[in-house]
């Protein structure tokens, strides 16, 4: 990763251990798509609902070349849950990304259809 990778932790404990999985983490998308260029993690505890527990929000905010994926994933009780479900969607993103660039996603005209038949817009006009 070109530059580092910011960890930022509100409402709660910052234990060694989420530090830990939260780099794992950041590890594994590495292999799924190598240049990238900047990771934020913010983990945190907003809601203070008395009846549900706490629930854990975590946000991903990854740079790569020519873009930048947010992951935004909200209200589970765990957050090591939540951190899994968030940088399962991150990896699906980079998946999708990293395909976009290697030119395995065609790419349509606007306004033609996958049966090439022209989409409604240009059937009026």
């Known amino acids: 990763m ?6 930022t932790v509100r409402d ?3 234990s060694p251990a989420l530090d830990q999985r939260i780099r794992d983490k950041v590890q594994k998308l590495e292999r799924v798509y190598a240049p990238l260029m900047g990771c934020r993690v913010v983990a945190e505890a907003p809601h203070k609902h008395k009846h549900q527990g706490k ?12 873009r930048e994926i947010v992951v935004n994933n909200d209200h589970h009780e765990d957050i090591y ?3 899994r479900d968030a ?3 991150a990896k699906r993103q ?9 030119g395995d996603v065609k790419n ?7 049966n090439g038949s022209a989409g409604e817009a240009e059937a009026e006009a």
């Open 94 to 102: 980079l998946e999708d990304y990293a395909a976009k660039r290697r």
């Open 2 to 7: 070109q530059t580092e990778l910011q960890i």
């Open 81 to 83: 849950v939540a951190l």
């Open 12 to 14: 709660m404990d910052h």
């Open 55 to 66: 629930h854990f929000s975590v946000r991903l905010d990854i740079t790569v070349p020519g």
């Open 87 to 89: 940088f399962d969607a």
């Open 108 to 114: 349509h005209e606007r306004g033609t259809r996958a």
